[in-house]
C-alpha cells in the first residue's frame, strides 16, 4: 500500500466533493456552550503543563449590502433649447405636406437625439388616414428600418389594429419624438419639446377625426394632462391647434410595449379598441 499517494487521493476526493475545512471527529454544540469560560482549576503541583489552544477570532459582521442601482436620470435640456424649439416652429409651420415635413426634420439639429440615433424615424401609413396614432419613442429595430412599430411591439399593434378590422394602410402612426433615445431611456421633456412643433404639424396636416396617444408619456404630452396612462384610457378628450380647422377627439390606450410585459391588461386593452372602432362608427360620414 502505497499510503502517501493514498492520501494525496483521499485528499484531491476531499476537494472534489467541496470539503475544504478540517474539523474534529466529536461534534461541539457552540450554542450550548456557557457564556463565560469556566475556572480552570489549580494545576497540580509537578503536573505538566496543559497546552494552550490560541482562541480563534471571530468573523468580522457582514457589511450591508450597497444600495440599489438606480438608473441615471436624464440629461438635461442643453443650452439653447429654447432657440431650438423656435426653430422646430418656424420650420414645421413652412410645411405644406408630410413629404415637407420629412424634409424639415431631416433638416434640422436642434433635437441632440439625432446625433445618436442612426436614422430618422417619421411615421409610417397613410396620409390621409382617418385614425393617427402617436407613440413614445422609437427602439432598436424601428433605429435601424427609419420606420415606427416595426419590433415586436410594433408586432402586436398590427394584431390589435387588425382586430377592429384596420391596418397601417388605414391609419398613420408616429412618435412624439423622430429619433431613438440611447438606449431607449425615456424622452427628456427638452426633446419632446423640441420634436412637438412637427408632431403637431403631422397631425394638421393629416387632419385625422381621431386621434391615439399610446402609453402614459405620448397621454401627458398630446393631451397635456398629468394623471397616468390607467386614469387617462377610456376617456374621450379633444385635441386642437391653432391652425387645424377643428378638434380632433383622442384617446389614451396602453402602450403595445407594455401590454407585452403585462398581458393581464389585454382585455382592458381589447374595450379601449372597441371603443375606438364605435367612435370611428359614430365619426363616419
Sequence with gaps: MNAPQDTRALLRWYLEAGVDETIGEVPVDRTAAPAT????PPEAPGAAPREVLAERPQAP???APPPPLSSPPPPPSPP????????AVALAAAARDLDDLRTALAGFDGCALKKTAM???????NPGARIVLIGEAPGADEDRQGLPFVGVSGQLLDRMLASIGLDR???FISNTVFWRPPGN???TPGEVATCQPFVERMVELIDPEILVAMGGAAAKTLLARNEGIGRLRGRWYTYSTAKMPRPVQATAIFHPAYLLRSPGQK?????DLLAIKAKLAELAP
Design 37 to 40: 469560560p469556566a475556572a480552570t
Design 61 to 63: 459582521p457582514p457589511s
Design 80 to 87: 439653447g433649447a429654447d432657440e431650438a424649439v423656435r426653430s
Design 119 to 125: 436614422n430618422l424615424v417619421f411615421g409610417d401609413g
Design 169 to 171: 394602410s388605414q391609419v
Design 185 to 187: 431611456r425615456t424622452p
Design 267 to 271: 382585455r382592458t386593452a381589447w374595450l
